[in-house]
T-cell receptor
Framework: DAKTTQPTSMDCAEGRAANLPCNHS???????VYWYRQIHSQGPQYIIH???NNETNEMASLIITEDRKSSTLILPHATLRDTAVYYC?????????FGAGTTVTVRA | ETGVTQTPRHLVMGMTNKKSLKCEQH?????MYWYKQSAKKPLELMFV???????ENNSVPSRFSPECPNSSHLFLHLHTLQPEDSALYLC????????????FGPGTRLTVT
């Protein structure tokens, strides 16, 4: 199983890039890395996932280190609406395992 | 709007009451999930349904009883709950083959008095 660890919280200035780290040192070769976020009073929202190549979609970019022991989620131009808890997810056997996540506060 | 709706959004019930939570998805998915989110604790998976068949019961007490009459609807029947069951109950759905990409409803905030 891939256990993930993330910082408890971080602040980011509006309009700047937000870089959210995640350590997953026990990840195995065929396990993907998944990211979700949860805005206050809403359910979690899928963001992106990747295996070993960098990935980008309309929401974010995901950079995975070559040894796959850590990754960084990048929100390229953070807005106030990006304030949320961001989860680096352990997924196994159809089950998402949510940890405490990183509380990201975007400040004007 | 995620395509997953939950009713009611808020519910207050006594320990002797019986109530049901409803979830409906309009995404054509074939897997549905119930999660519990308590204050200060991570989301906990409760139940998983694939093609209307329950495939996961994550050691949930029997006072929580799920029902999945079809692939678009999911219920959580509640009876004789305890105050510690107060939490946000979230429903999610996905395509079975993409179960890592789940779409969540807004949740039902349950308070047990």
């Amino acid at each position: 199983d891939a256990k993930t660890t993330q910082p408890t919280s971080m602040d980011c200035a509006e309009g700047r890039a937000a870089n959210l780290p995640c350590n997953h040192s026990t990840i195995s070769g065929n396990e993907y890395v998944y990211w979700y976020r949860q805005i206050h009073s809403q359910g979690p929202q899928y963001i992106i996932h990747g295996l070993k190549n960098n990935e980008t979609n309309e929401m974010a970019s995901l950079i995975i280190t070559e040894d796959r022991k850590s990754s960084t989620l990048i929100l390229p131009h953070a807005t106030l609406r990006d304030t949320a808890v961001y989860y680096c997810i352990d997924y196994n056997d159809y089950k998402l395992s949510f940890g405490a996540g990183t509380t990201v506060t975007v400040r004007a | 709007e995620t395509g997953v709706t939950q009713t009611p959004r808020h519910l207050v019930m006594g320990m002797t009451n019986k109530k049901s939570l409803k979830c409906e998805q309009h995404l054509g998915h074939n897997a549905m999930y119930w999660y519990k989110q308590s204050a200060k604790k991570p989301l906990e998976l409760m139940f998983v349904y694939n093609f209307k068949e329950q495939t996961e019961n994550n050691s949930v007490p029997s006072r929580f009883s799920p029902e999945c009459p079809n692939s678009s609807h999911l219920f959580l029947h509640l009876h004789t709950l305890q105050p510690e069951d107060s939490a946000l109950y979230l429903c999610a759905s996905s395509h079975l083959e993409r179960s890592y990409e789940q779409y969540f409803g807004p949740g039902t905030r349950l308070t047990v008095t």
